[in-house]
């Protein structure tokens, strides 16, 4: 743990505030005429994903945080937990509620390595990999002669029911490239 002061924070930076750890989502530095000068912080909570804004003095010490993180596999769902397994074959739940946007991607012994963040031995926040490649279990059939551009239709990846927009050639039984950030069909693999 080091000690920073709030006018040296950048977007990013991890910090132990009001007794949580908190992630920098953005800084404005102001320094007015007869005023000390004051940082403006927007703050998401790692605990809760709640964000945040407060107003801090410029030279007000605070303390970072290092978090640790490892590479970890999923493994399988315990209600209300997502269990996932590291290389020394440890295992971590995290709850359910903390892997809303991601669930759609999960499935039982999928071999993507992901990247767990822990706080105080705690893990709190699961990175899936950039692109991952999923199996399309339903699409619907695409009407002939649309021929007005990018021809896209609905489909439902295996395991995890999920739609998403694919390319009119994808069919049932394909496996497909997912972008995880934006959560858009990619291209569809051979």
Do not use: W
């Not at 107003?55 to 605070?62: I, T």
């Not at 105080?120 to 619907?140: A, D, L, N």
């Amino acid at each position: 743990m080091s000690v920073r002061l709030a006018s040296d924070l950048q977007s990013g930076s991890v910090v132990n505030f009001e007794n949580a750890p908190m992630v920098v989502l953005k800084t404005q530095y102001n320094k007015s005429g007869r005023n000390a000068a004051v940082v403006k912080l927007r703050l998401k909570n790692l605990l809760t994903d709640r964000v945040s804004e407060t107003v801090v003095k410029a030279d007000e010490k605070m303390e970072g945080l290092v978090l640790d993180k490892k590479e970890c596999t999923y493994s399988y769902f315990a209600p209300p937990n997502h269990v996932f397994v590291d290389t020394e074959f440890n295992q971590y739940e995290i709850d359910q509620e903390q892997l809303a946007d991601l669930e759609k991607y999960l499935i039982p012994e999928m071999t993507d390595v992901c990247e767990v963040t822990f706080y105080e031995g705690r893990p709190i926040s699961v990175v899936m990999p950039k692109v991952i490649i999923r199996e399309i279990e339903y699409t619907e059939p695409v009407s002939r002669g649309d021929t007005s551009g990018k021809v896209m239709k609905t489909a439902r990846l295996q395991h995890t029911n999920h739609e998403l927009m694919v390319s009119a050639f994808v069919e049932i039984g394909d496996k497909i490239e997912i972008d995880t950030e934006t959560g858009e069909f990619r291209r569809r693999c051979t």
